[in-house]
C-alpha cells in the first residue's frame, strides 16, 4: 500500500511519544472499545493525536482511525470504518498478513528501525508496533497499530559518525604539525648567535634554568644540563663588582615585570674575560614564580671597538660644542630613500624654536611634516647625487617673525667611497635678508600701484615715474621721463598755481594736498587728480633731497560723484513717491537705536510728523513694551547681518495695525552696521483676513478630524502628504510628529513593495486627467505594530502648477481590511470549490469511463465466450468431417472401378453436380474451414486477454503478450484502405523479465497511446495531400535496470508542438476535434501509470518527425507497513 510518512520536528516528537505511550498504557491494561462511551472518548483521542493509529476488530475492519493514518496512507475522506484493511489495501503481502494474525492471537508485534522504500523509490526509516486490545471479557477483540518516522534521527547517529571520524583526522593532522613546528624551532635555536634560555626563579630566591639552547657551550662555556636545575654555578661566573648590578636588575625585572636588559663580565672556567648582554621577558606564574624568556650575546669585540672610538669622540665633542653655528648629523638610509636624525649641537638647539631633542633617531618621515620632510629629502639626496658640498638658503615664521638661515650640507665617506652621513651647518642671515625684502618691497609697491608716483629733483628735473603715472598722462618710455620736468605734467592752466602757490607750500611745510589737472601728452586733454606733493628728506641730516608725489586719478570719481547726485535724487523722488513705507534708524557706536527719518507715506499712515520721528529711540516713539520687541529686532537684524522679515503689530493713535516689514542693514567701509532702512506695508486687513480664515479652517478642520475617513491633499510633484486629518494617526498609529519627519519617505515606508508599482502607475494617470475626475486604487499600507491594511482611495485633481500640470490631489481613504480579509477567504473558498468540482468532475469521468471499459470488457468477454463455444464445436467437428468425407470419397472411388459403367440415372445426377469438381472442391473448402476457425480461435483468445479489466490485483504477466493482444484488436484499423495505405508495426521486443502490474489496465494504456499513433498517422496521411510513402508505428521494449522497464511505442507521424506537450496528460484536453476525443484518455493512462504502478509516463516529440510516448514502471512493487 502507498504511503506518505511525514517527518515532525523535537516538540512535536516528545509530544507524540507521550500520547503514544498513554495510549498503549490504555491498551495494555485492557481498555476495551465494547462500550459506546469508550469508543467515542477513543474516538477523540485518536482522531487528534498526530501519530498514525488505526484499531482494527477481529475481521481487521477499521473501528478507529486517526487524521495522521489517513495522511500517510492517501486515504484522503474514503469512508474506511467498517471495511476490510485488506479491501483497502488489497497489495499487501503475506508476511504481513502473519504479523497481523499472530497479533490478533494476543501477541506483540514491533520493530524499532524498519527500511521503508516510498513509491518515489526515496527511503525512509520507521519504527511501528502492532499491539492486541481486549474485550471486557479479557478476550482479544482486535489489533491496534501505530507507525511513526525516525529518518530524523538515523539521519543525526549518521551524522554524528562521520563528525567524530573528521575530529580524529583533524587532530593526528594537528598533532603531525606540531611536531613538525618543535623540530623546526630547535633547528631555529641553534643558529640563533646567542643563547636562547627560559630562567626561572622561585618565591625563595633560588633558580635554575628550564631550557637553554646549544649556545651556552660556546658563550658559558657550560652544558645546559650544567644549569637546568641550578642556576647559582652560573652566577658564579659573573664579575665580583657586577654581581649587585646583576641581581639588582633581576629583582626590578620580577618586581615590575618589565623586560630584563642588562651587561656584565664574567670570567670563564678556562680563564676568558668575556662582555655579556641579556634581554628577555618576564612573566609572573600562579604559584609566585617568575619566568624570562630572552636570549644572552657574547659581545665582548663591541666593548674593545667602543674604547677606541671614546677617545676620538671626546676631541670632536670639543668641537661639537664650542661653533656659535648650529650643526646637525643624519644617517643615510636605503641609499638616500631616507634620512634619520642622529644628533644636534648645543648651538642649534638654542638657536631653533622646534624641540630637535625629540627628532634624535627618529627619521624625518616620523619627526616632520609629510610636505616639510619631502622638501629637506630632496635637498639632501641633491647632495648625495653631486657627492659634494652644497649651499641653499631657506626661511620660516616664528613668535609671527620670519627668519632666514644659509645651509651648507656636507656628505660623510665611508671606507668603500658610500656616503654613509650628512652634516649640516646653518647659519642665521635674517638681518640680510629682511633689508633685501624690504627693498624689493617698496619698488614692488610702486610698480604696482595704481597711482600716479614720481620723483623729482629739487631743481624740478624728472627722475622717476612708475607705469600707472605714464599710462596716466601717455608717456610711453622711461627716458622720456629722464628728460622731462615736473611743470611739464601739468595741465596749462594749472602751472602758474603750482609755482606760486604749491611748491613754496610744499618746501616751506613739507607737503601739499588738493585738486589739479595733469596734461595728457597724447591727447592734450585735461586729467582730474588729486594731487599729493611732499619732500623727501636725508634721514641723518633731515636735509630735503627731492620731490615726491603720489597722485591719483580723479576723472572717474569726478564721473561718480555725478553718478551718485543723479542716482539720490532718482531715490528721492522713490522714497517720497511710494505708498509703501519707508524709515531709516541710524545704529550707533554704543548699539543704540535712533530713528534717522521716514518717507511722507510714513507721515500719511502713522499721523505723525517726520520732525517727530527724527532722534527717538523706538521706546520713545512706540512706548516701552511695542518698542522693547522693536529694538530686539533690530537687534535680531544686526546680529544676523542680513536682510530680515517679519509681521508686527503697532498702535498708533489708540489704534492697532499690523505691518510686514522687512530691514536691510546697511554696512561701512569698516565692516560695521551703521544703519538700518526699513520697509513696511500695512496688513491690517489682511490679517483680518486671515484670522477670519482660520476660525473657519478650525471648523473644517474639526469635521475632518470627525470623519472616519482619511482626507488628505497629496503633492505629486514633492511625492508627500502636504496635509492628513487625524484619522490618518488614528489608523496607522504613528504620531503627527513621526509623520512630520517622515515627510517624502512616508509612503516609501508604509506601502506594501507589491503595490509600489501599481499606485505610480496610479498618480501618472494624473498627467491626463480633467478637473473633476475621480481616480479609485485599493492597496495596502503598514501600521506601526507591523500589520497590513487595505486602503480604499477616491482622489480628485485639486491644485495645478504654473505650467497647468496638476501639482496636488484630493483623497478620501476608507479602511477596508475587513472587507478586503472576507473577499480574500471567500475567493479562497470559491477556489476550494472549484478545484473540488475539477476533481469530482475528473474522477467522475474516470469512473465512467472506467465503468465503460469494464461494460466493454465483460461485452467483450461475453461475445468471446459465446463466440468460443461454437467455435470450438466447428474447428472440433471438422476433423472427423474430413475423415468421413475422405471416406466417402475413398468409396467412390472404388465404386468407380468396380462399376464403371453406372445407370444412365446415375450417370446423369454425376453429371449434373460436376462430381469431380466436388470433390476436388471439398477438399479444399474443409481445409479453408480450417484455418477460418483458428484465425476465429486467435482473435477470441486476444479478446480474453484484453478484457481482463476486473483483475484488480497485482500479477506477474508478460507485457509483450498485453502488447500482442492490443495489437490484434486493433488490427482491422492498421489495415490499408481505400484512402490510406497500410500501417506497419515495427516490433522491436526486448528481453523483459514478468512484471507486477495491473494487466486489464496496462492494456488499456496501450490502447489509448496506440490508438492516438494510429489517429495520428492517419491525420498526417490525410493532411498532408499525397501518400505517406511508410507510416508506422515502432514498439521498442527494454530492462532500464533490475527493476524498471521501459516500453517506447513511437510513430512517425507529424509530431506534436512543444507548447501542447505539456499539457498531454491534463484532463479533458485534447486536440482532436469535437466528438472524435473526450481529452481523458492520456490523463487516465498516466494515472494509471503513474499513481497506480508508481511509474512514469512522458512523451517526446520533435514536429514533422513523429512523437514518442514512453512507459516506465516497476518490475516489483515496494511492499509498505499496513
Excluded at 258 to 287: N, V, Y
Excluded at 568 to 586: A, K
Excluded at 753 to 769: C, G, N
Excluded at 975 to 989: F, M, P
Amino acid at each position: 500500500m502507498t504511503c506518505n510518512l511525514i517527518t515532525v520536528d523535537k516538540n512535536t516528537y516528545e509530544s507524540l511519544q507521550q500520547e503514544l505511550t498513554e495510549l498503549r498504557q490504555r491498551v495494555g491494561s485492557n481498555h476495551c472499545f465494547s462500550s459506546l462511551k469508550s469508543r467515542q472518548q477513543m474516538q477523540l483521542f485518536i482522531e487528534y493525536t498526530p501519530a498514525a493509529i488505526a484499531v482494527f476488530d477481529l475481521e481487521m475492519r477499521y473501528l478507529l482511525v486517526s487524521r495522521r493514518w489517513r495522511e500517510d496512507y492517501s486515504l484522503g475522506d474514503e469512508e474506511i470504518i467498517g471495511r476490510s484493511h485488506y479491501e483497502v489495501f488489497p497489495e499487501i503481502s503475506q508476511n504481513w498478513r502473519e504479523i497481523h494474525q499472530r497479533c490478533l492471537a494476543g501477541a506483540i508485534e514491533k520493530s524499532e528501525e524498519d527500511i521503508f522504500i516510498r513509491a518515489n523509490g526515496t527511503t525512509e526509516w520507521v519504527k511501528w508496533e502492532i499491539h492486541p486490545w481486549h474485550e471486557e471479557s479479557g478476550a482479544v477483540g482486535g489489533i491496534i497499530m501505530f507507525t511513526e518516522v525516525i529518518t530524523t534521527r538515523k539521519q543525526t547517529e549518521a551524522e554524528l559518525k562521520r563528525l567524530n571520524e573528521e575530529l580524529e583526522a583533524r587532530v593526528e593532522e594537528r598533532t603531525a604539525e606540531l611536531r613538525h613546528s618543535e623540530a623546526r624551532l630547535q633547528r631555529l635555536a641553534d643558529n640563533v648567535p646567542g643563547m636562547l634560555y627560559e630562567f626561572c626563579l622561585q618565591p625563595d630566591g633560588t633558580g635554575y634554568f628550564p631550557y637553554a639552547s646549544s649556545r651556552c657551550r660556546d658563550i658559558l662555556e657550560l652544558e645546559p644540563e650544567e644549569i637546568k636545575e641550578d642556576a647559582s654555578f652560573a652566577f658564579s661566573l659573573i664579575y665580583p663588582d657586577d654581581v649587585v648590578k646583576v641581581q639588582q636588575a633581576i629583582a626590578e625585572s620580577a618586581q615590575t615585570l618589565q623586560d630584563f636588559d642588562c651587561e656584565w663580565r664574567m670570567m670563564t672556567l678556562t680563564g676568558k674575560k668575556k662582555w655579556i648582554k641579556a634581554f628577555s621577558h618576564p612573566e609572573l606564574q600562579r604559584d609566585g614564580e617568575v619566568i624570562w624568556y630572552g636570549c644572552l650575546f657574547d659581545i665582548s669585540d663591541n666593548q674593545k671597538t667602543q674604547q677606541k672610538l671614546q677617545s676620538q669622540a671626546q676631541f670632536l665633542q670639543s668641537i661639537w660644542e664650542g661653533v656659535d653655528y648650529g650643526i646637525f648629523v643624519l644617517d643615510v638610509l636605503d641609499d638616500g630613500a631616507e634620512f634619520r636624525y642622529v644628533k644636534f649641537n648645543p648651538a642649534i638647539l638654542q638657536l631653533s624654536p622646534m624641540p630637535l631633542e625629540s627628532f634624535v633617531g627618529r627619521t624625518m618621515a616620523a619627526a616632520l611634516p609629510a610636505d616639510m620632510a619631502y622638501y629637506y629629502r630632496q635637498r639632501y639626496q641633491e647632495c648625495i647625487k653631486l657627492r659634494k658640498s652644497i649651499f641653499f638658503e631657506e626661511s620660516f615664521w616664528h613668535n609671527n617673525q620670519e627668519n632666514w638661515w644659509l645651509l651648507n650640507i656636507t656628505p660623510l665617506f665611508d671606507n668603500n667611497s658610500q656616503i654613509t652621513q650628512l652634516v649640516v651647518t646653518t647659519t642665521e642671515i635674517t638681518e640680510h635678508k629682511q633689508a633685501e625684502q624690504e627693498r624689493q618691497i617698496f619698488v614692488s609697491l610702486i610698480e604696482n600701484s595704481s597711482d600716479f608716483i614720481g620723483f623729482a629733483s629739487l631743481e624740478g628735473k624728472a627722475l622717476f615715474l612708475n607705469e600707472a603715472g605714464r599710462n596716466i598722462v601717455g608717456i610711453e618710455s622711461l627716458e622720456f621721463v629722464k628728460n622731462s620736468n615736473i611743470i611739464d605734467y601739468i595741465f596749462p592752466d594749472d602751472r602758474q598755481y603750482l609755482l606760486q602757490e604749491v611748491l613754496p607750500i610744499v618746501i616751506k611745510q613739507g607737503m601739499w594736498q588738493g585738486e589739479l589737472h595733469f596734461r595728457h601728452f597724447q591727447t592734450e586733454k585735461a586729467i582730474s587728480v588729486d594731487y599729493n606733493m611732499f619732500v623727501i628728506k636725508n634721514p641723518e641730516t633731515a636735509e630735503p633731497m627731492c620731490f615726491a608725489t603720489i597722485t591719483r586719478d580723479a576723472s572717474k570719481r569726478k564721473e561718480a560723484e555725478t553718478k551718485l547726485q543723479e542716482q539720490e535724487q532718482f531715490l528721492r523722488s522713490i522714497y517720497d513717491g511710494v505708498p509703501q513705507v519707508i524709515f531709516v534708524v541710524n545704529v550707533l557706536e554704543n548699539g543704540e537705536f535712533r530713528f534717522a527719518g521716514c518717507n511722507s507715506s510714513a507721515e500719511k499712515s502713522i499721523g505723525i510728523n517726520h520732525a517727530k520721528i527724527i532722534g527717538k529711540t523706538p521706546e520713545e516713539l512706540l512706548g516701552t513694551i511695542e518698542g522693547t520687541l522693536v529694538r530686539q529686532r533690530y537687534q535680531s537684524c544686526i546680529d544676523a547681518g542680513k536682510e530680515t522679515t517679519y509681521e508686527e503689530c503697532l498702535t498708533f493713535d489708540e489704534q492697532e495695525k499690523w505691518w510686514f516689514t522687512t530691514l536691510n542693514p546697511l554696512i561701512n567701509n569698516e565692516g560695521r552696521i551703521y544703519q538700518i532702512v526699513g520697509t513696511t506695508w500695512d496688513i491690517t486687513e489682511r490679517k483680518q483676513a486671515e484670522e477670519a480664515l482660520q476660525a473657519s479652517q478650525h471648523f473644517i478642520q474639526r469635521i475632518a478630524d470627525s470623519s472616519p475617513n482619511i482626507l488628505y491633499i497629496f503633492d505629486l510633484e514633492e511625492q508627500r502628504n502636504i496635509y492628513a486629518n487625524q484619522e490618518l494617526e488614528t489608523l496607522l498609529g504613528y504620531s503627527n510628529t513621526e509623520i512630520q519627519q517622515l515627510g517624502d519617505n512616508l509612503l516609501p515606508v508604509i506601502m506594501h513593495p507589491d503595490d509600489r508599482e501599481r499606485v505610480s502607475l496610479h498618480h501618472q494617470q494624473f498627467l491626463t486627467s480633467k478637473d473633476g475626475d475621480i481616480v479609485e486604487i485599493e492597496f495596502r499600507v503598514r501600521r506601526v505594530n507591523g500589520e497590513w491594511c487595505w486602503l480604499y482611495c477616491r482622489e480628485t485633481p485639486f491644485n495645478r502648477n504654473e505650467q497647468g500640470d496638476i501639482k496636488q490631489i484630493l483623497g478620501v481613504s476608507t479602511d477596508i481590511t475587513e472587507r478586503k480579509q472576507t473577499e480574500i477567504q471567500l475567493q479562497a473558498q470559491a477556489q476550494n470549490l472549484e478545484n473540488t468540482l475539477r476533481e469530482l468532475q475528473r474522477t467522475q469521468a474516470q469512473l465512467i469511463h472506467s465503468e465503460k471499459m469494464s461494460s466493454v470488457g465483460n461485452m467483450v468477454a461475453g461475445v468471446a465466450h459465446e463466440i468460443n463455444n461454437p467455435v470450438n464445436f466447428i474447428h472440433g467437428n471438422l476433423i472427423p468431417a474430413s475423415e468421413y468425407v475422405e471416406d466417402l470419397l475413398h468409396l467412390l472411388e472404388l465404386y468407380e472401378q468396380y462399376y464403371p459403367e453406372p445407370a444412365a440415372e446415375i450417370q446423369a445426377e454425376i453429371d449434373d453436380m460436376e462430381l469431380d469438381f466436388l470433390k476436388e472442391d471439398l477438399i479444399k473448402l474443409l481445409q479453408s474451414m480450417r484455418i477460418g476457425t483458428q484465425r476465429i480461435r486467435e482473435i477470441v483468445l486476444s479478446l480474453r486477454n484484453f478484457s481482463r479489466l476486473d483483475e484488480a490485483e497485482f500479477k506477474l504477466v508478460n507485457v509483450h503478450e498485453g502488447l500482442d493482444s492490443t495489437l490484434m484488436i486493433l488490427h482491422h484499423r492498421l489495415k490499408a484502405k481505400a484512402d490510406n495505405s497500410e500501417i506497419a508495426v515495427i516490433k522491436e521486443y526486448g528481453k523483459l523479465p514478468l512484471v507486477d502490474c495491473y494487466p486489464g489496465q496496462l492494456n488499456q494504456v496501450f490502447m489509448n497511446i496506440m490508438s492516438n499513433a494510429i489517429d495520428a498517422l492517419e491525420d498526417s496521411l490525410s493532411s498532408n495531400g499525397e501518400e505517406k510513402t511508410s507510416p508506422h508505428i515502432r514498439i521498442r521494449t527494454e530492462a532500464v535496470n533490475s527493476n524498471l522497464v521501459a516500453i517506447h511505442i513511437a510513430d512517425n507521424g507529424k509530431g506534436i508542438p512543444p507548447g501542447i506537450v505539456s499539457k498531454l496528460f491534463d484532463p479533458f484536453f485534447t486536440t482532436k476535434d469535437v466528438g472524435k476525443g473526450t481529452g481523458l484518455g492520456l490523463s487516465i493512462s498516466y494515472q494509471i501509470v503513474v499513481d497506480r504502478h508508481g511509474g512514469k509516463l512522458y512523451c517526446n516529440s520533435v514536429p514533422g518527425k513523429g512523437a514518442e510516448f514512453v512507459i516506465e514502471i516497476p518490475i516489483t512493487q515496494p511492499e509498505m507497513p499496513t
